[in-house]
């Protein structure tokens, strides 16, 4: 994967690594103050982040990643990103398929020039939430 130049440029790379089952761990900093919420998971520092996305990609397959309104703000090393994403996918063990309306929010951080990181950006926070009518 090439260096991405922008903040949103990293968050397509990453909804594409999803869809083509690519390791998503590179996309993350691996901090102890990382933080993933997903739909059913609290992940707290990269190496948990990183161990579950890596089951994750190993217990997936035919991902669906639909940006509904990608928003992203670049600022001064850092840039906060929103997002409607219509997401499925197939469990593998069980054959069952998963499909949510979600929304998504992550902040982005500029990885040091001296990383040897495949992506200039790293997710240290994201959040994604599926929303039910109340």
Known sequence: MPPSASAEAVVRDYYDALRD????????SDA?????????????????????????????????????????????????VADEVV?????????????????????VVERDPDDSSETDWAFITMHVSAPHDL
């Not at 089952?21 to 993350?28: E, K």
Request: charged fraction near 25%.
């Open 21 to 28: 089952g690519d390791p998503l761990s590179p996309y993350f």
């Open 32 to 80: 102890d103050s990382t933080v993933k919420f997903g739909i059913s998971e609290s992940l707290f520092g990269g190496d948990d982040v990183a161990a579950a996305l890596e089951t994750q990609t190993e217990t997936t397959d035919e991902w669906v990643v639909e940006s509904g309104h990608l928003v992203v703000t670049e600022r001064d090393g850092f840039a906060t």
């Open 87 to 107: 997401m499925a996918w197939t469990e593998t063990t069980t054959g069952e398929r998963y499909r949510f309306d979600s929304r998504w929010s992550a902040t």
